[in-house]
T-cell receptor, first 114, second 113 residues
Framework: EDKVVQSPLSLVVHEGDTVTLNCSYEVTNFRSLLWYKQEKKAPTFLFMLTSSGIEKKSGRLSSILDKKELFSILNITATQTGDSAIYLCAVEWYKGSTLGRLYFGRGTQLTVWP | DVKVTQSSRYLVKRTGEKVFLECVQDMDHENMFWYRQDPGLGLRLIYFSYDVKMKEKGDIPEGYSVSREKKERFSLILESASTNQTSMYLC????????????FGNGTRLTVT
């Protein structure tokens, strides 16, 4: 079963709307949660969250983690057509002495109409 | 800026062929990864490597092998390609063992006919 669940799977909004993307997880040996944006090609890194309750912000995007309830949200305010992409949530977990590994969610496809 | 380069953007191979997917990173990263991405399934880890000549299986290693002879290069090998290996393959690298974002290549879309 999925260890990282994103919702909604797809979302269509108009320019200027605010959106909230959700990511819940069930992973032991949690280390961090990461958000990526994927347009046509390579996923690009947005945020890495390791501590609960501390908001990370970059322009119109912000994200926060709740380690007690095991979820994170990604907010995008005043959306633009350039925000159209797949947003990926990934959780890093730790196994033994080797490096952290990521479980990815299935992604949220965001479409912003002009 | 980190650059992860995958040698082919698109590749078409026949069933049973041996296929090599090459990946090179230019930032002296210790760790390298191969993922495949399928619609509705997200990214799944095939293999990873944390040092030259070291490799570990990810979540779906069956039908694949890897080679890391040099720090900057990580190759994914399909010993005998099958149609269910048609997918987008993404290579990534990272600097530290953990709490270190992955830097992805642009992907290779492989079609096996």
């Amino acid at each position: 079963e999925d260890k990282v669940v994103q919702s909604p799977l797809s979302l269509v909004v108009h320019e200027g709307d605010t959106v909230t993307l959700n990511c819940s997880y069930e992973v032991t040996n949690f280390r961090s949660l990461l958000w990526y944006k994927q347009e046509k090609k390579a996923p690009t890194f947005l945020f890495m969250l390791t501590s609960s309750g501390i908001e990370k912000k970059s322009g119109r995007l912000s994200s926060i983690l709740d380690k007690k309830e095991l979820f994170s949200i990604l907010n995008i305010t005043a959306t633009q057509t350039g925000d159209s992409a797949i947003y990926l949530c990934a959780v890093e977990w730790y196994k033994g002495s080797t490096l952290g590994r990521l479980y990815f969610g299935r992604g949220t496809q965001l479409t912003v109409w002009p | 800026d980190v650059k992860v380069t995958q040698s082919s953007r698109y590749l078409v191979k026949r069933t049973g062929e041996k296929v090599f997917l090459e990946c090179v990173q230019d930032m002296d990263h210790e760790n390298m990864f191969w993922y495949r991405q399928d619609p509705g399934l997200g990214l799944r880890l095939i293999y990873f490597s944390y040092d030259v000549k070291m490799k570990e299986k990810g979540d779906i290693p069956e039908g694949y092998s890897v080679s890391r002879e040099k720090k900057e290069r990580f190759s994914l090998i399909l010993e005998s390609a099958s149609t269910n290996q048609t997918s987008m393959y993404l290579c990534a690298s990272s600097f530290r063992k953990y709490n270190s974002p992955l830097h992805f290549g642009n992907g290779t879309r492989l079609t096996v006919t």
